[in-house]
Structures are given as C-alpha cells and as structure tokens.
C-alpha cells in the first residue's frame, strides 16, 4: 500500500484523458505525482497498457497542456502502474480553455475572481494595480483630493511641495507621486481612491451597516459609498452615533462615553476590511450590529503559504493591494508594518474588554466584537451607581450620518461660509470676496471648505466642468445657524 493522497498526491485506477485536468491542477499548483494502476484506498492493482501509455502520455500531455511531465514505469508485488511527476509551473497552464488548480486533496476549477487573482498573479500583478482605461482625471473628485492633501499634509509622508498646489496639473502630479498610473491609464486602484463614485468602476465597492435583532431579523440598515477615505470615516462616525451604544458615566464634572467597542480597534478594523478586502468579489464589506456583538465581514484573500496563525502572529507587511496601501500610508492612516491586526487586539486589551474573534474561511474573513457582560449589565440599567445609558441608535434610516458636532473652519472658510447665496460659480464667489488670485482663492477658500465638508459642487462627477458651481451643504447651513444664534 501507498502513502494517502495528499496536496502532492493522486490516484487514479485507470487512465482517462479527462484526468489531464489533474496534470493541470498540479502544474497550477506546487506540482505533484499522478499514479495510474493504484486505488483509492492506495493499492497498486496494475495497469494492463502501461506500456502503451508510458509512450503515449508524455506526447499527449505536451499536445493539450503545454507542459513536459515525467512518466516512470513503476512496478509492485509483480504488477505495473505508472507514475507522472508534474513540475509546477510560473506561467498559467488551462486545458481545454479551463484552468484547475490543486487544493489540498482536492481539484478546483478557477473561475470568475478566483480565476482573475490567479492569472493576474502569474504576471506578476495585483488587482489594484490593473489599468483601468475608462478612468481619466476628469473622474477625479476635487473633495476627495484635497481631504487626502489634508490627510497626508498632517502625517507628513509626502513632500509638502507636491501638496501645496492645487491646480488641475498637480492633481495629475500628485497621482503619479503615488503610483496610480500605469502608462497612459490609471490604475483601478485610482478610481476607488478619488472617484466620487467608485461604484461606477467598481461593482460593490460601498459598505453595508445593519442592525439586527436577530440573525434573521433585521431592524434598519444604511450603505456608505463615495471614495474609500470618505467610507472609512463615515463608516466611522455611522457607527459610532447611530449603531453602538454608549454608556455614559461621570469622572467628577467630566462626561465620560464607553462604546462597546474601542474606537482605536473599531477604526483598524474598519481599514482593514477597506483597505485588504478583494474588490475582485462584487459584494460589499458588510457590519451587522447585535444587542450583544458586532460582527464585519470582508472578502478576503491571505497571502500565499498564509494561515490565519500566521495572521494573528507578527508578520511582515503583504498587503493585498498595495497601491491603495500606499495611499493610506501617505495619508497617515495606516502604518506599513502589518500590525493592524495586532493594534485591533492591542486597544482590545488596554480598554479591557474581549479581544475579538477571527475567523478565516476562502475568500471571507470574519472579526466578531463580543461586548463586555459588564458593559450590557450597564446599559440595562443593571448598576446603581451614577452611569447612566445614553441610547444613540435612533430607527431612522439615512444613507450617510451628518457629525453632530460643529466643523473646525479657517477665518478664510468662516468668510466662505457667509459669502455662498444659492449656487455660485468660482469667478462669482472670488468676486464676492473680493480676491484676485485664483491660487490662493483654490487652496485656502474652496479646497478647504470641500474638505471641512461645508461646501460641495453642483457637478460632482464632473469637477472641471464649465457649468460647476458651489453650494453650501446641509452641515454648512447647519454652521451657520449655529454662529448666527451664537
């Protein structure tokens, strides 16, 4: 009797020229051995045209596949059986049009993401790294821009030079400084970094919140789009003021909020699903808030040679898409050292609540929060001491959450702010402010009123268009009511 089958490992009775798609399976895979003439329970029970097919199979083999296998006779308690060593291969092998790919003990055919992760990685690319020719810089949103300029103004990883000018040509600049140009095209990574709407290039590439009161039932839910750092904060502060609970205790006259979560992890973890996910998978990130737990969702592929050991241990940086990686490394969000998981558990610890749970299946990777007994006690009202439990969930379903609390705004902003009558173009508010130089109006009035999320353009898609114009959004009015009742 032979050694089971395994990874490297199969065997087959008989030959039949469908088991070429085993030849495949290994040369797609780290190669391996085909024996003929052995049963499944591994016992050499001969192979009558072994002589034949060890003439046949190597010419047969290098006809369909393209591939030199080595076809050894062997023999066994006096019967013959052959074997077929397949070496593995850097380039993609398919048969028939199908490429196969050995798993374990097992073949899988490669379709759809799975089958464009393969191919792609036999070249030697990522999918963020693809050239994505229907994207140009026309595409790009003026908003999206100058809140990364803010961003990586502030973690100082880019040259302040190249985010100091604001013009069209810097814009293009600054995208070649960050690699998201491949030849004449930009990458797909561009489109879901600075795209008002990167759901017009990439299919799912939005995140879906609910609240459940069971694993069937579902009491409200809202989806979060636009550029990825809009989704990050705004999946953010969604969570924070509408889905989780705080509890709400006093240190002497200070007011003191405790979220199930801590902030620190639920922010990493939130980059992770964006920034690692696959957007090859065309389903969302996906957060379902319980009355006990939290649960994100993310499609999801580890490394080659990964398991989920690996990433729960230290280990270096391998981020599945590194041009996006590298976009929220310049803008501060992230380190480049592979410690997100490690910082989710690390602010875990230190607010001394349940560290969460991973779970890691093909292609879905799973983080559950636990809340803390003591935390649930206090928000049923269990404890007779001075906290209180503030409720922050509200039933209403809105498609982004609006910050309750005032923007921080420049003097110049503050003058914007009062400038803005309905719609105005930019030579009519420059106009009105009285100012000449077009530069200093773009970086120091309308970049930072879009960034502060005050003002917002009349045509979003379109940020060069001659019909833009400039309006005061709902948290700009909102400002304003407030100073003028101040």
């Known amino acids: 009797m ?11 009775e008989t030959w039949r020229d469908d088991y070429l798609r085993w030849v495949c399976g290994f040369a797609n895979a780290q190669g391996g051995r085909l024996l003929l003439g052995v049963n499944d329970k591994g016992q050499v029970v001969g ?27 062997q023999e066994q308690g006096g019967l013959q059986y052959l074997e077929l060593v397949v070496q593995a291969y850097p380039n993609p092998i398919s048969y028939r049009g199908h490429y196969y790919m050995r798993s374990g003990s097992t073949l899988q055919e490669l379709k759809g993401a799975a089958l464009d992760r393969f191919l792609l990685g036999r070249q030697g690319r990522t999918w963020d790294g693809v050239p994505l020719p229907q994207f140009s810089l026309a595409d790009v949103s003026a908003p999206a821009m100058a809140r990364f300029r803010q961003l990586a103004q502030r973690s100082g990883r880019l040259d302040a030079e190249t985010l100091a000018n604001t013009s069209v040509d810097s814009d293009a600049n600054l995208l070649d400084k960050l690699r998201l140009k491949d030849g004449a095209y930009y990458k797909r990574a561009t489109a879901l970094l600075f795209a008002a709407d990167p759901q017009r290039f990439v299919t799912g590439a939005f995140v879906k919140v609910g609240y459940f009161e069971s694993e069937t039932e579902l ?6 789009e636009g550029d990825l750092f809009h989704q990050v904060k705004n999946t953010l502060d969604l969570l924070l003021t509408k889905y989780l609970k705080a509890v709400i205790s006093y240190e002497g006259i200070v007011r003191v909020e405790t979220f199930p979560v ?15 996910r696959d957007y090859a998978v065309t389903a969302p990130v996906q957060i379902r808030v319980y009355e006990d737990r939290l649960r994100m969702w993310n ?27 590298n976009a929220f490394f ?17 602010a ?61 705004v420049t003097p110049e902003v503050v003058r914007m702010l009062h400038t803005v009558n309905g719609e105005m173009s930019r030579a009519e508010l420059m106009n009105a402010l009285g100012l000449k130089d077009e530069k200093h109006f773009r970086t120091h009035y309308q970049q930072a009123a879009l960034a502060a999320g005050v003002l917002e353009m009349t045509v979003p898609d379109k940020p060069q268009s001659r019909l833009q114009k400039y309006k005061l959004t709902a948290l700009g009015r909102q400002w304003l009511t407030h100073r003028n009742k101040a």
């Open 2 to 12: 032979l050694h089971q089958e395994s990874q490297h490992t199969e065997w087959k």
């Open 47 to 73: 192979l009558p045209d072994a002589a034949k097919l060890l003439e046949d199979l190597p010419n047969k083999v290098r006809d369909l596949l393209g591939v030199v296998v080595e076809v050894n006779l």
């Open 219 to 224: 009491l409200y839910h809202d989806e979060v």
């Open 262 to 276: 801590p902030r620190a992890a639920l922010r990493e973890a939130v980059l992770n699903a964006l920034v690692h």
């Open 299 to 325: 499609p999801a592929v580890l490394p080659e040679g990964w398991a989920l050991d690996t990433l729960l241990g230290a280990h270096s940086s391998s981020p599945y898409n590194p041009a996006i990686a």
């Open 330 to 346: 310049r803008a501060g969000e992230i380190e480049a050292w592979g410690r997100g998981v490690e910082r989710i558990f690390a």
């Open 348 to 408: 875990c610890r230190a607010a001394g609540v349940p560290e969460p749970v991973l779970r890691y299946e093909p292609n879905d990777m799973w983080m559950e929060f636990a809340f803390a007994p003591a935390y649930l006690k206090a928000l049923k009202g269990g404890q007779k001491q001075t906290e209180q439990v503030e409720a922050q969930v509200t039933p209403e379903v809105t498609p982004e959450v609006t910050p309750e609390v005032t923007p921080e």
